[in-house]
Nanobody, 122 residues
Framework: QLQASGGGLVQTGDSLRLSCLAARRTFSNNAVGWFRQVPGKEREFVASISWRGGPTTYGESVKGRFTISRDAAKNTVYLQMNSLKPDDTAVYYC?????????????????WGQGTQLTVSS
């Protein structure tokens, strides 16, 4: 019951914010992460945030450009993406982890949203 939204078609250098809403359950005690995937490739870790907006961790390819945050009152996690590149084109998924602290380990995530498509044109 995680709903990812906010994807779309943008140009190189643009910014975009993705949202991940927990519609029917709260993940206030769980880390939440964003992953992305392109056809034919494995799912790639993008960013993760600990419960209550604590420590975060990022994939190397997005460090300094993407920022993950959470709004507990809205039960929503955001991914602010700046300086977008064509290589950022992918389906972006949010997921809730089994643990409270941010992690890049895809196996630690047990609830997944449906994904939202981001396309960055050159």
């Amino acid at each position: 019951q995680l709903q990812a939204s906010g994807g779309g078609l943008v140009q190189t250098g643009d910014s975009l914010r993705l949202s991940c809403l927990a519609a029917r359950r709260t993940f206030s005690n769980n880390a939440v992460g964003w992953f992305r995937q392109v056809p034919g490739k494995e799912r790639e870790f993008v960013a993760s945030i600990s419960w209550r907006g604590g420590p975060t961790t990022y994939g190397e390819s997005v460090k300094g450009r993407f920022t993950i945050s959470r709004d507990a009152a809205k039960n929503t996690v955001y991914l602010q993406m700046n300086s977008l590149k064509p290589d950022d084109t992918a389906v972006y998924y949010c997921a809730s982890a089994k643990r409270s602290w941010a992690t890049s380990d895809v196996h630690e995530y047990n609830y997944w949203g449906q994904g939202t498509q981001l396309t960055v044109s050159s």
